[in-house]
Nanobody, 126 residues
Framework: QVQLVESGGGYVQAGDSLRLSCEAS????????MAWFRQAPGKEREFVAAHSWSGGLTYYADSVKGRFTISRDDAKKTVYLQMNSLKPEDTAVYYC???????????????????WGQGTRVTISS
């Protein structure tokens, strides 16, 4: 059984940093995309960042580019999201996702991803 378990969320002030972690179990995703999405209250889930595969490329939403960094440690089956210079508008539940299909054309689309974590809440106060 595949599981993705996020951790690292919390309540911080604007300008602070947080690092989210997502550990996979049940299979490896070395050769396929892993990503972070988020869903703010009253809004649809949106793409945040993705890592194509081990040694591959990274992709970011314009709203987080330059502030967030996605990375992965395949030996630990873990993907990270380093979030710096946090803003109140970053407040959301953050979800980790993993795909089976090795695709970059759809890497920003939630439909690519087969497995999802339960989410970790991030709240930024102004």
């Amino acid at each position: 059984q595949v599981q993705l378990v996020e951790s690292g969320g919390g309540y911080v002030q604007a300008g602070d940093s947080l690092r989210l972690s997502c550990e996979a179990s049940g299979r490896t995703f070395n050769s396929s995309p892993m990503a972070w999405f988020r869903q703010a209250p009253g809004k649809e889930r949106e793409f945040v960042a993705a890592h194509s595969w081990s040694g591959g490329l990274t992709y970011y939403a314009d709203s987080v580019k330059g502030r967030f960094t996605i990375s992965r440690d395949d030996a630990k089956k873990t993907v990270y999201l380093q979030m710096n210079s946090l803003k109140p508008e970053d407040t959301a539940v953050y979800y980790c996702a993993a795909a089976i299909t090795r695709s970059t054309s759809r890497i920003r689309l939630s439909s690519l991803y087969d497995y999802w974590g339960q989410g970790t809440r991030v709240t930024i106060s102004s």
